[in-house]
């Protein structure tokens, strides 16, 4: 399904100052530093001469923050550890050792930093690291300085599919270059597919951040369950998207869910609960009159091999199974609803739909005629209804 992420790239805009604190109390300071921080948008947080951890901790105000605390002192930082584990928050929040001097990260990585203590970290090592737009937060003998990296000329923006609302696909930019290391990984974790389009589309940034559309359609990945599968579906409706495809999540051989998989750290839906949150999902869909393009998994060769498709609701007629339920779903509400059921039934229906009538191998009909006590179903094509259509005649 389709939503929009915004990568871990933000800016912030913080006014360059200087403020005196004099003899004020930590409370104080900490007070006039989440008050700065009420300004930013989200990001990575670095903490140096980061303490007991105290500090550190409260400077993630939110899930949109990733914050890292640095010391010089081994033992403070393993008390630091023990802080912020009890608060409930380590991994979102870490704290680690460094030399005093060099800060442990790529450039252009950090969005905020906040200096309680400089240590011998020079202010050029401070801007390095920071992100065009990012701000440092510096206690300089108890007054506080915020400092601002400037955004470069030489750096240009892409906010358009051909870069600008002219439709020129040059940029300014004289900053692009190879790709010379990893800086963070971004959802999603997994692709759809390997032998079909991928679902990262329409990447553009502006003001320091990356929006893209990712199509998430897989059901039934580490996390999701049928209540948040339909919450997605509801907000990628909103987005009004032109159609969408929906597939249950496999697992394959070798791949880091199988070793979840293997570990007993990942169950994968059945074929019946995968057919089930398609069908929810599929109608949901149909009801905003976004068009459903695909359901299921392509039966290439590589999936029909049991070597490459290691356990998951993989069917070759995956769609066509769910579109089968929505119309063994339609017969049954039509039979209840009759006043009159005699042991022979007729339904109309569009030619293109017979078979998700019958179902894979006559399974609805015979379903129906055990439910409703039926001898005989007659099925007439008739091609002036539409293919979601079934008439009881």
């Known amino acids: 399904m389709y939503a929009i992420r915004l990568a871990v790239v933000l800016s912030f805009v913080l006014s360059c100052s200087t403020i005196t604190n004099g003899m004020a109390s930590e409370d104080a300071k900490r007070d006039l530093i989440l008050r700065a921080l009420s300004k930013a948008q989200g990001g990575v947080i670095v903490h140096l001469g980061c303490g007991d951890g105290s500090l550190t901790a409260a400077l993630r105000t939110n899930d949109r923050f990733l914050v890292h605390g640095l010391d010089t002192n081994f033992a403070g930082v393993q008390r630091a550890r023990e802080n912020v584990l009890r608060a409930g928050d380590y991994g979102n929040v870490s704290v680690a050792v460094y030399d005093g001097r060099h800060l442990p990260y790529s450039d252009n990585m950090v969005n905020l930093?906040?200096?309680?203590?400089?240590?011998?970290?020079?202010?050029?090592?401070?801007?390095?690291?920071?992100?065009?737009?990012?701000?440092?937060?510096?206690?300089?003998?108890?007054?506080?300085?915020?400092?601002?990296?400037?955004?470069?000329?030489?750096?240009?923006?892409w906010s358009h599919h051909l870069h600008g609302a002219d439709g020129n696909p040059v940029t300014p930019d004289r900053l692009v270059d190879t790709p010379k290391r990893l800086k963070w990984l971004a959802g999603p974790k997994w692709q759809r597919a390997h032998d079909t389009d991928a679902n990262v589309n329409a990447l553009v940034s502006a003001g320091g951040r990356v929006f893209y559309m990712v199509d998430e359609a897989p059901i039934g990945l580490p996390g999701d369950n049928d209540t948040s599968a339909i919450k997605s579906a509801h907000q990628t409706a909103g987005l009004k998207p032109d159609f969408v495809r929906i597939y249950p999540t496999v697992v394959l051989a070798g791949s880091p869910l199988a070793n979840r998989f293997e570990q007993n750290k990942y169950t994968p839906l059945s074929l019946k609960a995968a057919v089930s949150l398609a069908k929810k999902l599929y109608l949901l869909f149909k009801t905003k009159n976004i068009s459903v393009t695909r359901m299921g998994l392509q039966a290439t060769?590589?999936?029909?091999?049991?070597?490459?498709?290691?356990?998951?609701?993989?069917?070759?007629?995956?769609?066509?199974?769910?579109?089968?339920?929505?119309?063994?779903?339609?017969?049954?509400?039509l039979l209840n609803a009759a006043a009159h059921k005699p042991a022979s039934m007729t339904f109309s229906v569009n030619p293109r739909s017979v078979s998700r009538l019958q179902g894979i191998g006559g399974h609805n009909l015979k379903i129906l005629k055990q439910t409703f006590s039926l001898t005989d179903i007659r099925i007439v094509q008739d091609a002036s209804l539409s293919e979601d259509d079934l008439v009881l005649s």
């Open 113 to 157: 930093l906040v200096a309680s203590r400089l240590d011998q970290v020079d202010m050029s090592e401070v801007m390095r690291v920071l992100v065009p737009g990012g701000a440092a937060y510096v206690n300089k003998n108890g007054t506080w300085e915020t400092c601002i990296k400037p955004w470069s000329t030489e750096m240009g923006q």
């Open 301 to 333: 060769e590589d999936f029909a091999d049991c070597a490459v498709v290691k356990t998951g609701p993989f069917h070759p007629a995956f769609g066509h199974l769910v579109l089968s339920e929505i119309f063994l779903d339609k017969a049954t509400a």
